[in-house]
């Protein structure tokens, strides 16, 4: 039996999956805050005391490397890369992106490009729901969107850890944040298709804060539904 296949604990008795807002503009958080805050949620997952916590935030500016991710991919001024055991390639955090981990066991520990699909289908729905068009493409995860032009651009984006089907890392939406610092890396390994926010994709500005209310009720039904 591998770590994945491990069966479900009981969920603990009336509790819920909380949510809790580490940080919103103007206040950023430091990325080592984020993993250790993760890794907290975490530990309280494994223990069984707890049902899981999903953790919304906008990070200050760093680049990331999940397993995946090429020397090549690296920003091409040399800027550092935090390196990461979520899954996926080189991205961007900053100002602007709304994040989102969530720290859940899966009642199904095996099945975690399942919860994937399911909360790439949530985050479309909310994207729809503030007036983007969004779509899944099929072998690309995430979110895309058309542009102006009327060219898809992908605008969120998932990069996600499971250890003793405890699921970790998450998903980030450009909102309102400059997509410059994505010129300087391949992002998510993707060399033929361009970046995009809520804001480019509807010609309106859009915060991370205008976002919140709607995303945070959906992505906590699904973790109600898949965290056990």
């Known amino acids: 039996m591998t770590l994945l296949d491990a069966p479900a604990r009981p969920a603990l008795a009336g509790a819920r999956i909380r949510s809790t807002i580490v940080g919103l503009a103007p206040t950023t958080v430091p990325y080592a805050r984020g993993l250790a805050l ?8 494994e223990a069984g005391s707890d049902r899981g916590e999903l953790l919304l935030l906008e990070h200050e500016a760093v680049y990331t490397a999940g397993r995946r991710a090429q020397p090549d991919e690296h920003p091409t001024d040399g800027t550092p890369v935090v390196p990461v055991s979520r ?11 709304l994040v989102g981990y969530p720290i859940v066991r899966l009642r199904r520990p095996q099945a975690v490009v399942d919860f994937v699909r399911a909360l790439e289908a949530v985050l479309i729905e909310v994207a729809r729901e503030l007036g983007a068009d969004a779509v899944a493409v099929p072998e690309r ?3 895309w969107a058309p542009d102006a032009e009327g060219v898809l651009v992908k605008i969120g984006q998932i ?3 499971a250890r003793r089907g405890v699921i970790g890392h998450g998903f980030a939406i450009n909102c309102s944040n400059d997509l410059e610092p994505f010129a300087a890396i ?13 804001s480019t994709v509807l010609g ?3 915060e991370p804060a205008d976002v ?3 995303l945070l009720p959906r992505v906590l039904h699904l973790l109600e539904e898949q965290g056990s």
């Open 38 to 45: 993760q890794a907290e949620a975490t530990a309280r997952v």
């Open 87 to 97: 899954g996926g390639r080189v991205s961007w955090h900053g100002p602007g992106q």
């Open 141 to 143: 995860s995430g979110v």
């Open 159 to 161: 990069g996600l850890s």
């Open 186 to 198: 391949v992002p998510c390994g993707i060399t033929d298709a361009g970046v995009g926010s809520l």
């Open 204 to 206: 309106r500005r859009v």
């Open 212 to 214: 919140l209310p709607v």
